[in-house]
């Protein structure tokens, strides 16, 4: 299993550029998560899909637009990038059972916006 | 709202010392799952624990042990005969109403193990 992977690793955009971030996970997850991480601020949610065809806003989603066509795949767009989306990304997946017991983690995509 | 507080920004110790990592949470639901991760300087995360609410036992692997205390809202964390390779930073988490995708994290606490 490769379990969760994100492209790219590094990304450069000029203010007002638009791209999507990419996930895919191979674990058959349910649940799939956007996470933006900024120093001395920790990890906050932005997006969050309990499966197909289904997501939601987490804590800081303005800017930010999601979907979930399949359960393997949950790409993040940033419509119009701002230098306050500078940032590293992570997407992670789970599954909700008595056996599970974390969310798996991609390796993080570093976002610079100038 | 959910809230995880980790007053400690940076820790630095000498190797072989023991070291506490505080987390204290915030929430208004009953069930809910806390969790430690370790991102180190190489930068992913990498699980340690979940604690569910309804186990206030405490838990130990091998130099790690978790004291978990519902009265006191809080997770911590200990290290016994801190290592090197145990700098990094670590995160406390909160799942709320039970869920392991929704997670609410601190701000992290930097460990430096010096030799």
């Known amino acids: 299993n490769a379990g969760v992977t994100q492209t790219p690793k590094f990304q450069v955009l000029k203010t007002g550029q638009s791209m999507t971030l990419q996930c895919a996970q191979d674990?058959?997850?349910?649940?799939m998560s956007w996470y933006r991480q900024d120093p001395g601020m920790g990890l906050r949610l932005i997006h969050y899909s309990v499966g197909a065809g289904i997501t939601d806003q987490g804590e800081v989603p303005n800017g930010y637009n999601v979907s979930r066509s399949t359960t393997e795949d949950f790409p993040l767009r940033l419509l119009s990038a701002a230098p306050s989306q500078t940032s590293v990304y992570f997407c992670a997946s789970s599954y909700q059972g008595l056996s599970s017991y974390e969310q798996y983690f991609g390796p993080g995509t570093r976002l610079t916006v100038t | 709202a959910q809230k995880v507080t980790q007053a400690q920004t940076e820790i630095s110790v000498v190797e072989k010392e023991d070291v506490t990592l505080d987390c204290v949470y915030e929430t208004r639901d009953t069930t809910y799952y806390l969790f430690w991760y370790k991102q180190p300087p190489s930068g992913e995360l990498v699980f340690l624990i979940r604690r569910n609410s309804f186990d206030e036992q405490n838990e130990i692997s091998g130099r790690y042990s978790w004291n978990f205390q519902k009265s006191t809202s809080s997770f911590n964390f200990t290290i016994t005969a801190s290592q090197v390779v145990d700098s990094a930073v670590y995160f406390c988490?909160?799942?709320?109403?039970?869920?392991?995708?929704?997670?609410?994290f601190g701000k992290g606490t930097l460990l430096t193990v010096n030799p």
């Open positions: 674990m058959n997850h349910e649940y």
């Open positions: 988490a909160l799942g709320s109403g039970g869920s392991n995708y929704k997670l609410t």
